[in-house]
Nanobody
Framework: QVQLQESGPGLVKPSQTLSLTCTVS??????????WSWIRQPPGKGLEWIGY???????YYSPSLKSRTSISRDTSKNQFTLQLSSVTPEDTAVYYC?????????????????WGQGTQVTVSS
């Protein structure tokens, strides 16, 4: 059974760096053909893709957030992390980690087959 769990501070001050960790169980994050993603949802708004790290460790980011985003991984702990720098109140959102899958795979419906439960992050002074 694959499970993802977000963790990290729920409150971050403006101009600081938001740091979150996703702990994965049930599958190795180096498994071929799966990407490990960060997605967020501001209050009252839709989901916004932040970026992902691939099975081989390559990273890709949303153009609107690329300059402030860094995703990394620790394969020994089966974890991947998000760092979002220079945050403002507009970065307040529920942050999710999720596994991106191939649409040709049996369990892949909308591009993501497993999600964490989400964690609320508020940017406020």
């Amino acid at each position: 059974q694959v499970q993802l769990q977000e963790s990290g501070p729920g409150l971050v001050k403006p101009s600081q760096t938001l740091s979150l960790t996703c702990t994965v169980s049930g599958v190795s994050i180096t498994t071929n053909y799966y990407y490990w993603s960060w997605i967020r949802q501001p209050p009252g708004k839709g989901l916004e893709w932040i970026g992902y790290i691939t099975d081989s460790g390559s990273t890709y980011y949303s153009p609107s957030l690329k300059s402030r985003t860094s995703i990394s991984r620790d394969t020994s702990k089966n974890q991947f992390t998000l760092q979002l720098s220079s945050v403002t109140p507009e970065d307040t959102a529920v942050y999710y980690c999720a596994r991106r899958c191939l649409t040709v795979q049996a369990m892949c419906l909308k591009g993501y087959d497993y999600w964490g439960q989400g964690t609320q992050v508020t940017v406020s002074s």
